[in-house]
């Protein structure tokens, strides 16, 4: 017997900046499409759209040619002219990298030259530059870039559910996904409530839960098991919070705009302990990278059983924790220690002093490990039968948003032609 005609066009599985752009443009493209976005939180961009630095990056780290550089590349703009659109406060505050001492210059020079390859203005600073653009700033040399721009990104969350709603789109909050079944031409979603919708497309943006989206599919769908697509077992969402301490208000002229260090990671991803001042005037420092038990933790040392269970039954986990036992430990302790973090800001402004930083938010990132316990570090989609899921969206995904956002819109349009 043929089944039922699909309820709706394309279901998107969360509401964080990434999903609700995505909606956004495929109705932008598409204003005769059924679009329904579904979020479990009683509101959108609850998780990592609302807890992160509100930096529009524009383009210095990432491998000229990746998906982070080509997406941030085209997304930033893109964001920029919507948040101007849709009276979403943005400013263009520029950013500074300091190298403190002279071992840093190869790799600040290194940076340089990465950033020109993803077409980025950047100009060589000597101290006295540097201290042109910051005059609290010491160091020996620095690079300045006047594109890096700061915004609201749960703001933007808002105003994208805005549009979407103007153009016909749903947005069903309270909802949460627990199976995605494809089946001939459609999709079956169910939520905790039992059978919520069925689509003739799936796109899977659930930040944090990515990879148990992946798995709610992969078993549910024989055809993507039989041709070897991934499942639960290849890779593994690891979280690791991010916490800012904030500036007092009577110190924040000590921070016109971005002020970053010479990226070392040891081999992470991250960018090192660095200075926004916000799109509201506030100037926090941080964020550190501290691995933590709960991805939804409701404090910053939340323990979640289900969590754990998963790190600790996934051998990429144990890799990734031999490899970079040394930078984790670091973290955590500068994490207990305000002095250390103090110290790690004081490298390049001097004058911060620990009395005039107090304890700020915290978010927790979604960073996908494989197997071997490679953080892996570019933007990753999968297709499972008629679902697209976006399994890696770390930083820059919300400067990159609108961009991601068209690339995953073009494959939902690709499935419904299918
Ligand atoms: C500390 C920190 C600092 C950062 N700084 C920056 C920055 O300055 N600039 C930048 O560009 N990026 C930054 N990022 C990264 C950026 O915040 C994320 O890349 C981006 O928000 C990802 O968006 P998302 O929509 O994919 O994920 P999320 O915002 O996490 O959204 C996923 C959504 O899916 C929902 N969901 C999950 N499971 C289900 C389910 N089963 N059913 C229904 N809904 C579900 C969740 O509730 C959530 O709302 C930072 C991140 C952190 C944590």
């Known amino acids: ?36 976005v579904l979020e479990r939180e009683p509101e959108v961009g609850q998780q990592q759209s609302s807890r992160n630095s509100g930096v529009l990056h524009a383009g210095l780290y990432y491998t000229p040619g990746s998906a982070k550089a080509r997406w941030s590349r085209a997304g930033k703009p893109l964001l920029e002219r919507f948040c101007t659109e849709h009276g979403v406060p943005v400013a263009r505050t520029g950013k500074v990298v300091v190298a403190v001492d002279r071992t840093e210059l190869p790799a600040l020079d290194a940076l340089a030259e990465r950033a020109r390859a993803n077409g980025v203005e950047i100009h060589r600073l000597g101290p006295e530059g540097l ?11 620095g690079l300045w870039t006047p594109e890096t721009a700061v915004t609201d990104f749960h703001a933007v969350c808002h105003a994208l559910t805005d549009a979407i709603r103007h153009a016909g789109g749903e947005v069903r909050t309270s909802t949460e996904v627990v199976d995605l079944h494809t089946r001939d031409h459609q999709v079956d979603v169910t939520s905790t409530r039992g ?10 943006c659930g930040g944090l839960q990515a990879d148990r989206l992946l798995a709610a599919t992969a078993t549910a769908t024989a055809t993507a098991t039989a041709t070897g697509a991934p499942t639960h077992d290849d890779v593994r969402i690891v979280p690791i919070r991010g916490s800012w301490l904030e500036l007092r208000p ?4 000590l921070v ?36 933590v038990l709960a991805r ?21 986990t144990w890799r990734l924790a031999r490899a970079h036992a040394r930078v984790a430990a670091g973290e955590l302790w500068r994490d207990r220690s305000l002095s250390a973090m103090v110290r790690a ?5 001097p004058a911060i002093e620990a009395a005039h930083l107090r304890r700020g938010p915290w978010g927790v990132r979604a960073q996908l490990v494989d197997r071997s316990g490679r953080l892996v570090d570019d933007f990753t989609v999968r297709e499972l039968g008629r679902t697209i899921h976006l399994v890696n969206a770390p930083s820059p995904a919300a400067t990159s948003a609108l961009a991601i956002g068209a690339e995953l819109a073009g494959r939902a349009g690709a499935v419904l032609r299918s």
């Open 1 to 36: 017997m043929p089944l039922p005609r699909p309820e709706v066009d394309v279901a998107i599985v969360g509401g964080g900046i990434v999903g609700l752009a995505t909606a956004h443009r495929l109705l932008e493209r598409r204003p005769d499409l059924e679009v329904v």
């Open 131 to 141: 201290r042109d653009h910051e005059p609290h700033v010491t160091g020996v040399a």
């Open 195 to 204: 059978h919520e919708l069925t689509a003739r497309a799936v796109v899977v």
């Open 250 to 253: 009577d110190q924040r002229h």
């Open 256 to 291: 016109r705009g971005n002020i970053y260090p010479v990226p070392t990671g040891g081999g992470l991803p991250f960018l090192g302990v660095h200075l926004t001042r916000r799109v509201d005037g506030q100037v926090w420092v941080g964020p550190n990278a501290v691995p």
């Open 296 to 316: 939804n933790g409701r404090s910053p040392s939340s323990v979640d059983g289900n969590d754990v269970r998963d790190l600790l039954a996934f051998p990429g």
């Open 345 to 349: 800001v004081q490298r390049y402004v």
